[in-house]
């Protein structure tokens, strides 16, 4: 065996990494979150954040986190079971699971330790986690973690995950999904997996942290986009960092499926809270969510439309998705970085999504699109899009997604 040095063999990957047009680097922001941001010292227009309602540099919001910043503190001191769980905690669990139609809500640090908890916490071995095969790598980590069998299905394929079940012998189904898949935009088939569910008397989880505040009955996401609820064999996981413009996220569903996770959830257990100053902001995104929801969602909505129409006017190829989830499907991962390159020297800030993100070969601009951008600005962009992608192939005339790949 030929040894070599922990140096070499790491820069050996990271050659291989580069090699495949697969290098990642990080731009410094150096200003507050909006359409218009400061990026590596230059401004651009921003359609790469997922602020979709343009709250997270909302003056509301910003005075309520000084306030809240005043009155208690800077940090929670402790995780939720010593001493961390405050009155603005308990209160924004409160008024969430109200909102929601859940029995209870259940605060977490982020996203990523929230979908852990869930799949370490409900399925145990002899138990089948189940999974879109394009859910949130969070959740594929969960499953993987997960001392069950963990199997995951065609995209939003209903037939397969039927097969899947059907094929498997379990104790307790475990079925998780995206509510809006983070890389396509697209929504999944909730109605149908709950069906499902039932059928094999499992529970359902909706990771819907690209739904919470967009789709749904005054914003209360793919759940109740598709006439459902948080209760009974459905859980819910939100994330307040996107639509709500704040941080963190929590868990929705059952009283006896959130207790479950208080007692059993090491990613809950063995974390410090949340500062306080972060649930009490998050209260007033939803108190302006509850006062304005029309407002923000016709603004959302319009400004999706447009850039649908005048993309589709130019002939750029266009996914399904009618959420702010915009994907340009470029194919190759060098020719994505180029064209999200050519984009930036237009003066837009768009990220080239590549692999592992997703799929080999399926390398895309992911465009998002926020309450907060102006007509102009949509319209800039679809003409920068549109010149970038013909200079990437040397065309001069609207472009097809199989000339991309």
């Given at each position: 065996m030929?040894?070599?040095?922990?140096?070499?063999?790491?820069?050996?990957?990271?050659?291989?990494?580069?090699?495949?047009?697969?290098?990642?680097?990080?731009?410094?922001?150096?200003?507050?979150?909006?359409?218009?941001?400061?990026?590596d010292?230059?401004?651009?227009?921003?359609?790469?954040?997922?602020?979709?309602?343009?709250?997270?540099?909302?003056?509301?919001?910003?005075?309520?986190?000084t306030?809240?910043?005043?009155?208690?503190?800077?940090?929670?001191?402790?995780?939720?079971?010593?001493?961390?769980?405050?009155?603005?905690?308990?209160?924004?669990?409160?008024?969430?699971?109200?909102?929601l139609?859940?029995?209870?809500?259940l605060l977490?640090?982020?996203?990523?330790?929230?979908?852990l908890?869930?799949?370490?916490?409900?399925?145990?071995?002899?138990?089948?986690?189940?999974?879109?095969?394009l859910?949130h790598?969070?959740?594929i980590?969960?499953?993987?973690?997960?001392?069950?069998?963990?199997?995951?299905?065609?995209?939003?394929?209903?037939?397969?995950?039927?097969?899947?079940?059907?094929?498997?012998?379990?104790?307790?189904?475990?079925?998780?999904?995206?509510?809006v898949?983070?890389?396509?935009?697209?929504?999944?088939?909730?109605?149908?997996?709950?069906?499902?569910?039932?059928?094999?008397?499992?529970?359902?989880?909706?990771?819907?942290?690209?739904?919470?505040?967009?789709l749904?009955?005054?914003?209360?996401?793919?759940?109740?986009?598709?006439?459902?609820?948080?209760?009974?064999?459905?859980?819910?996981?939100?994330?307040?960092?996107?639509?709500f413009?704040?941080?963190?996220?929590?868990?929705?569903?059952?009283e006896?499926i959130?207790?479950?996770?208080?007692?059993?959830?090491?990613?809950?257990?063995?974390?410090?809270a949340?500062?306080?100053?972060?649930?009490?902001?998050?209260?007033?995104?939803l108190?302006?969510?509850?006062?304005?929801?029309?407002g923000?969602?016709?603004?959302?909505?319009?400004?999706i439309?447009?850039?649908?129409?005048?993309?589709?006017?130019?002939?750029l190829?266009?996914?399904?998705?009618?959420?702010?989830?915009?994907?340009?499907?470029?194919?190759?991962?060098?020719?994505?970085?180029?064209?999200?390159?050519?984009?930036?020297?237009?003066?837009?800030?768009?990220?080239?999504?590549?692999?592992?993100?997703?799929?080999k070969?399926?390398a895309?601009?992911?465009v998002?699109?926020?309450?907060?951008h102006?007509?102009?600005?949509?319209r800039?962009?679809?003409?920068?899009?549109?010149?970038?992608?013909?200079?990437?192939?040397?065309?001069?005339?609207?472009?097809?997604?199989?000339?991309?790949?």
């Amino acid at each position: 065996m030929v040894r070599v040095s922990w140096r070499e063999d790491l820069l050996r990957q990271q050659q291989h990494i580069k090699d495949e047009g697969r290098w990642r680097k990080r731009k410094m922001i150096g200003s507050a979150q909006h359409s218009l941001v400061v990026a590596d010292d230059c401004w651009l227009t921003n359609f790469s954040s997922n602020d979709y309602l343009g709250f997270a540099s909302h003056p509301i919001l910003s005075l309520a986190a000084t306030n809240a910043q005043d009155k208690w503190g800077t940090g929670a001191g402790a995780s939720h079971l010593v001493c961390g769980h405050q009155s603005p905690h308990e209160a924004l669990e409160s008024e969430l699971a109200e909102w929601l139609g859940a029995q209870r809500v259940l605060l977490f640090s982020n996203g990523y330790m929230a979908n852990l908890a869930i799949c370490t916490s409900l399925a145990d071995k002899g138990d089948l986690i189940l999974q879109d095969r394009l859910n949130h790598a969070s959740l594929i980590d969960g499953g993987r973690l997960s001392a069950a069998d963990f199997k995951r299905y065609k995209h939003c394929d209903l037939e397969h995950a039927d097969t899947r079940c059907s094929l498997s012998s379990f104790n307790s189904l475990l079925l998780v999904t995206d509510g809006v898949f983070s890389m396509d935009g697209d929504v999944a088939p909730i109605s149908g997996l709950k069906n499902l569910v039932d059928e094999f008397q499992g529970i359902l989880c909706v990771d819907d942290a690209h739904g919470f505040g967009v789709l749904g009955d005054q914003g209360r996401g793919s759940l109740s986009h598709h006439g459902l609820k948080p209760e009974g064999n459905v859980v819910m996981m939100g994330t307040l960092g996107k639509a709500f413009g704040v941080y963190g996220a929590f868990v929705a569903g059952d009283e006896v499926i959130v207790e479950h996770l208080i007692q059993t959830g090491r990613n809950y257990i063995y974390t410090t809270a949340l500062p306080p100053s972060i649930p009490a902001t998050a209260s007033a995104s939803l108190k302006m969510i509850k006062s304005n929801w029309l407002g923000f969602k016709r603004a959302l909505h319009e400004n999706i439309e447009l850039f649908r129409g005048e993309a589709s006017r130019l002939g750029l190829p266009l996914t399904d998705s009618l959420t702010p989830i915009q994907p340009i499907i470029i194919g190759d991962e060098h020719k994505c970085l180029a064209i999200s390159d050519r984009l930036l020297d237009c003066g837009f800030l768009i990220g080239a999504i590549r692999y592992p993100t997703v799929a080999k070969g399926s390398a895309r601009l992911r465009v998002v699109i926020s309450a907060s951008h102006t007509e102009f600005q949509i319209r800039a962009l679809v003409n920068a899009l549109n010149d970038s992608i013909k200079s990437s192939v040397g065309g001069s005339e609207g472009v097809s997604g199989a000339e991309l790949k």
